[in-house]
């Protein structure tokens, strides 16, 4: 990283992105109606629901704690993202993808979203977990990375090795979609670093089953614009509705030609190692 771009904060003090440039914001000042709550964590709970849903068998306590402390250590004394450790940040593992079905369609439809069904119905057994696809398209075989998130980077290193890191929910929270994926080429291209996507949104929700379910307010819209649907008037979003969870495929139009823009709607920022 240039000594120039150190010296930049990217991140306020709450950890959301600092607005710059011309992207669509719904409000340039940081607003906290839409929150998360359930943001404090056992490591150790956290493992035990990754285990439980055959994530991350070889990783015990210690390494899960340790590099977790390495990622946090390699970026939270750097002034372009240390902010981020301001705000709610949670760990995650991507175990290895099976090499022979490395299409994200696959593991984001067959791998990933069982999985958090079943954590989460058995940390909630009398809510519901749906996903749902609007209109007539189908998830499988349709879901393309965004080339401008970084994503291919996380993906890649995930088809050799697991991956162990923090996603931080809410650091592109009330960006339209496209300001979410277009402004990471303003971040340091450091290695490890990317716009979020579903397999480690929907993996930091299988460790953590409850972080979207907010007793005390509304908890926003998790936004995974770095895969998208072929059809891209479609985006992906994991949403609290009450006690329940939902997985949707969504139309990210207000009107022809004019896409949404929400307080509600909050992209993430992933940071990871690999670990072999």
Not at 109 to 126: G, H, I, M, N, T
Not at 223 to 245: C, F, N, Q, W
Request: aromatic share 12%.
């Amino acid at each position: 990283m240039s000594q120039a771009l150190q010296n930049i904060s990217f991140f306020s003090q709450t950890g959301r992105r600092v607005v710059s440039r011309p992207y669509r914001v719904f409000n340039v000042e940081e607003l906290t109606y839409y929150f998360i709550q359930n943001n404090s964590f056992d490591l150790g709970d956290i493992l035990l629901n990754f285990h439980e849903a055959g994530i991350g068998e070889n990783i015990n306590l210690s390494k899960f704690r340790d590099t977790l402390d390495l990622v946090a250590r390699r970026f939270s004394g750097s002034s372009a993202f240390g902010n981020l450790f301001r705000g709610v940040h949670v760990p995650f593992i991507v175990p290895a993808l099976d090499r022979a079905k490395t299409d994200v369609s696959f593991n984001t439809v067959q791998r990933f979203l069982p999985k958090l069904e079943r954590s989460f119905k058995k940390r909630y057994a009398d809510s519901h977990f749906k996903a749902i696809v609007q209109g007539a398209s189908e998830l499988d075989g349709n879901l393309v990375i965004d080339d401008r998130s970084r994503y291919n980077e996380l993906f890649d290193e995930a088809s050799q090795s697991d991956l162990i890191g923090w996603y931080f929910p809410q650091a592109l929270q009330q960006f339209d979609t496209d300001s979410q994926v277009r402004q990471i080429d303003e971040l340091p291209s450091e290695r490890g670093v990317c716009v979020s996507g579903p397999m480690e949104i929907l993996a930091a929700n299988i460790g953590k089953p409850d972080l979207l379910i907010n007793e005390n307010g509304y908890a926003p819209i998790l936004t995974m614009p770095s895969v998208r649907h072929i059809d891209e008037k479609l985006i992906l979003a994991l949403k609290s509705y009450g006690p329940h969870l939902e997985f949707w495929c969504l139309s990210n139009e207000l009107s022809r030609n004019l896409k949404q823009v929400s307080e509600q709607w909050s992209g993430g920022i992933s940071l990871y190692v690999a670990c072999g």
